[in-house]
């Protein structure tokens, strides 16, 4: 009699598993705060360390997440861009093992709720007067 044997039981640390979290954006609250762009960073490189730090996807959606709006517009209804007739958003999802997914997802919420704070930028070159020479 012959056994076919698979090895151990998987521990239940092993287990993957998908969850998604979702963020607001508060565009009513700061209408003229360019959240996507700080989001992204230069080249998209601030969205890329996100992901790249907590091994989770971040993905930008609802209106506004397309840098042209008369392509967002056309889009618009269309299969797979359902998301465009919500307000603007975040999804961060992890596809994990169960024993770090909460942890990373926590990270990467914690990391992108200190880019959605809007910051107030001073240009110093137009706050600094330069002295009449005489």
């Known amino acids: 009699m012959t056994m076919d ?38 080249r998209g490189n601030s969205l890329k360390r996100v992901e790249a730090t907590t091994g989770c996807r971040v993905f930008i959606r609802g209106k506004g997440s397309i840098k042209d709006p008369d392509k967002e517009e056309k889009l618009r209804g269309r299969p797979g861009y359902e998301h465009l007739n919500e307000p603007l958003h975040i999804l961060i999802e992890a596809d994990l093992p169960a024993n770090i997914v909460d942890m990373r997802l926590r990270q990467a919420q914690e990391i992108i709720e200190e880019l959605l704070k809007p910051v107030e930028c001073v240009d110093i070159f137009k706050s600094f007067k330069i002295p009449k020479q005489m």
Request: charged share 15%; aromatic share 14%.
């Open 5 to 42: 044997w698979q090895g151990a039981p998987a521990s239940p640390s092993s287990y993957t598993v998908k969850r998604i979290l979702r963020l607001e954006i508060p565009v009513d609250t700061f209408p003229n705060f360019n959240f996507v762009g700080r989001l992204l960073g230069p």
